[in-house]
């Protein structure tokens, strides 16, 4: 029926339109629907294709308006009565559009509706096309996706030709390449764009690529404006199905940033480094001299220095050349002798400040004139100080730079500090020696006491010197074992019975020179005593031991107190390094660019100096809490105005928590600089501090109070700084930081156990 329907259909159609509705039959008449209506868009006629794709018999359809498979959207804007106007106006109405089918569901379709020939209605034509326009939609949406990758990613993407031309950028990779034409850089072989020896990486890469590798490498490379920039490069090649051609994909990460941020903190390294082995050098004893030598020879690669100075007083107050590096012979003899007042060295000896000065060539200076001949654009020079003595001068000068940026002059202050405390030991211990010599030689002029042991009798005797280094009497009998070895410490005789038996072994050298500790029969008391003595041979055994007692009680006291001393300069020391470490890794962490990172930690770094140099000047027990807090505060007060009002007990502070403090004031100080009430001219801090009980145990109450500043909200997130106060140093003590941020002002409050902030760490050691 339906084959006689499409037969009678064909005689109406006009010439054109038979032809083209036979051409549509013989493609695949199975895959569309054929539908006749009458003028009035009413089915007449149901092809045996259209209950495949509508789902509706020929009965089901018939008498039906052409709307019955139309969307409700397209039957409210009228298409079907539209489409039959246009096939009546033009011959033939075409489209795409969705349909409905008896199950409600939709389908996408194609087709063309045409007027009979004889004018009496109307043949519609469609195709289901729902699978074709999902596959479409997806290849739509992919190229759609990609395009939004390739113009948004950072990263360069390029298309090169197997011999390394390139042929495509994308739009991201333009912008960061910043390429306003494309065009001007096409076919360009890609490997010359890169500098140094990053040309040579490039083609390297590119040989890999085409043997089917991952070529990679770090270049260097400018944009094409000229900016200077660092790229991570992947190289890949997209073969082509005759493995003839192809194409290869190159990926460059703009990785400057990074580069840079990888770099300062390499630089914070090396000179953390440097601080470190110098440190270790004289921590460990060594000539200062020979310990600056070596920081002289590595500060040229580290701190772009050229000249390098280290000046030392003689006993009438002159200064004398030391080392130094960057001189030749004649200016090394011109400053090997300078007289007080003379010179940027004799001003700093006598004022005992630092002076610093920058673009030294173009300065008009007095000081600047001095040192402009010896070709220096950035120059400073510190005293060496310990113990309110004047110990020497160190000076550092660039001929390449212009300034010394704020870490450079941290660095420099550290180092000083450092050399400072050390000539100090090494003075007191040749003071020491010198006391041992005077002391040995007076001993020896007023009769040095005296033993000898006649080993053939077995009669000892002592001199009353010697019986008094034992304590026992003038009168007092001896013997070896009831009286040497029982005057002993009990953990002295064995190592004592011993050395005498190798010295009178006549194999031996013959030689008996220990250190021993006496016990005194009447108080018990312990006393020191250095014994020396030579075996008298004859005949081939030994007859005699003669020898010298001394009493070496205070030398060993001495010694005791310092190894305390070195062992307590090693632990600031390498406290002092850690904390500096952890600032410098969290205050790069969290910066938001290398500018911010440097001056946040060069205001730390001079804080810890201040710190530092508070507790040099006191003693290794500690520093005044005052003194502290005063040094702390000091770059943000104003002469003119009391902005901050201190007031408390007076407490020495050991040196870590000295350290730890002056950091806390110091971040709260800048804080308060920034938001908080010293960025107002009215602005005010009360710094109170107070003995409390806590649990049964003393402590410290400090509160630092701001008034007088803008209104006050919490931030919304805690940085480095804030950690630093709220943990610093509780983390340190054991105490309790409290931060609160009231309207009129910040109030922060620590409390801490008094013993935990001003017992040294040795004594607690003790305990």
Not at 196 to 214: D, F, Q
Not at 640 to 655: A, E, H, S, V, W
Not at 684 to 711: F, M
Request: net charge negative.
């Amino acid at each position: 029926m339906g084959s006689l329907m499409s037969t009678r259909f064909l005689h109406q159609l006009a010439a054109p339109n038979r032809e083209h509705f036979l051409e549509t039959l013989l493609e695949s008449v199975t895959n569309y629907a054929i539908i006749t209506l009458d003028a009035h868009g009413i089915i007449t006629g149901w092809d045996g294709g259209a209950k495949p794709i509508f789902g509706w018999g020929e009965a089901e359809v018939l008498g039906h308006h052409t709307d019955l498979f139309f969307t409700l959207e397209d039957r409210a804007a009228e298409i079907p009565s539209q489409e039959m106007a246009s096939a009546r106006r033009t011959g033939k109405a075409a489209g795409e559009r969705w349909h409905i089918r008896k199950d409600g569901s939709r389908f996408w379709s194609n087709g063309s509706l045409m007027p009979l020939m004889d004018g009496t209605g109307y043949l519609k034509i469609l195709r289901d096309r729902t699978e074709q326009r999902v596959r479409d939609a997806v290849t739509q949406a992919n190229e759609a996706f990609l395009r939004s990758v390739l113009e948004s990613s950072g990263d360069c993407i390029k298309l090169l030709t197997l011999d390394g031309r390139l042929e495509f950028m994308s739009a991201g990779g333009q912008r960061v390449m910043e390429v306003d034409d494309f065009c001007s850089i096409q076919g360009s072989y890609w490997p010359n764009f890169w500098e140094g020896k990053g040309r040579a990486a490039a083609e390297a890469a590119l040989a890999l690529a085409h043997k089917g590798g991952v070529g990679h490498f770090l270049g260097f490379a400018r944009t094409a404006k000229g900016s200077p920039r660092w790229w991570d490069v992947q190289v890949t090649r997209i073969p082509a199905s005759d493995d003839t051609t192809g194409k290869f994909l190159s990926i460059s990460r703009d990785i400057t940033q990074d580069r840079e941020r990888q770099l300062a903190i390499d630089e914070h390294n090396a000179r953390l480094k440097l601080l470190s082995d110098t440190a270790s050098q004289l921590i460990g004893g060594s000539d200062p001299n020979i310990a600056l030598e070596a920081l002289f020879q590595a500060a040229p690669g580290h701190l772009d220095l050229d000249v390098c100075l280290h000046l030392s007083p003689d006993a009438v107050g002159t200064l004398r050349l030391q080392s130094c590096v960057g001189l030749t012979p004649d200016e090394a003899a011109r400053l090997a002798r300078l007289d007080p007042g003379e010179t940027i060295c004799g001003w700093v000896a006598q004022t005992r400040q630092p002076l610093y000065l920058a673009d030294v060539q173009t300065s008009n200076n007095a000081h600047a004139q001095e040192v402009q001949g010896l070709g220096l654009q950035a120059y400073v020079c510190h005293p060496l100080i310990a113990n309110g003595e004047l110990l020497g001068t160190l000076s550092f000068g660039s001929r390449k730079r212009a300034t010394f940026s704020p870490e450079d002059l941290a660095f420099f202050r550290t180092i000083s500090t450092y050399v400072a405390v050390i000539k100090e030991r090494q003075r007191a211990e040749a003071e020491l020696k010198e006391t041992e010599a005077r002391l040995r030689l007076a001993v020896e002029a007023a009769a040095i006491a005296i033993f000898d042991h006649d080993l053939t009798s077995g009669i000892l005797s002592w001199d009353a010197r010697t019986k008094e280094l034992f304590g026992l009497p003038p009168e007092a009998g001896v013997s070896y074992e009831g009286t040497f070895l029982a005057g002993l410490h009990p953990e002295d005789r064995a190592a004592a019975d011993q050395a005498l038996q190798d010295a009178i072994d006549v194999t031996g050298p013959g030689i008996f020179d220990v250190e021993l500790r006496t016990i005194n029969p009447l108080d018990g008391g312990t006393r020191w005593i250095a014994v020396r003595g030579r075996a008298v041979r004859e005949v081939g055994r030994t007859i005699r031991f003669i020898g010298t007692v001394r009493d070496i009680t205070g030398r060993k006291r001495a010694e005791q107190q310092l190894r305390l001393l070195h062992r307590e300069l090693g632990h600031r020391l390498k406290n002092v390094l850690t904390m500096v470490q952890a600032i410098t890794t969290q205050t790069l962490r969290n910066a938001r660019s290398i500018e911010e990172a440097r001056d946040t930690l060069a205001a730390r770094l001079v804080t810890m100096g201040r710190a530092q140099d508070v507790l040099i000047a006191g003693t290794t027990d500690g520093a005044d809490i005052l003194t502290v807090l005063n040094s702390a505060l000091e770059p943000h007060s104003e002469p003119q105005m009391d902005r901050f009002r201190l007031r408390g007990p007076k407490i020495r502070l050991n040196p870590s928590a000295a350290l730890s403090l002056a950091l806390l004031v110091h971040e709260l100080a800048t804080n308060a600089l920034k938001y908080g009430a010293l960025s107002a001219p009215q602005g005010k801090v009360d710094l109170i501090w107070t003995l409390t009980i806590d649990d049964q145990e003393p402590c410290l109450k400090l509160s630092w109070s701001e008034h007088g500043g803008p209104p006050v909200v919490a931030p919304s997130r805690k940085g480095f700084g804030t950690r630093l106060i709220t943990r610093g140093l509780a983390g340190d003590v054991g105490g309790k930081v409290q931060l609160d941020y009231d309207l009129t002002g910040v109030v922060c409050t620590l409390t801490a156990p008094l013993a935990e902030l001003t017992e040294s760490r040795d004594s607690r050691l003790r305990q």
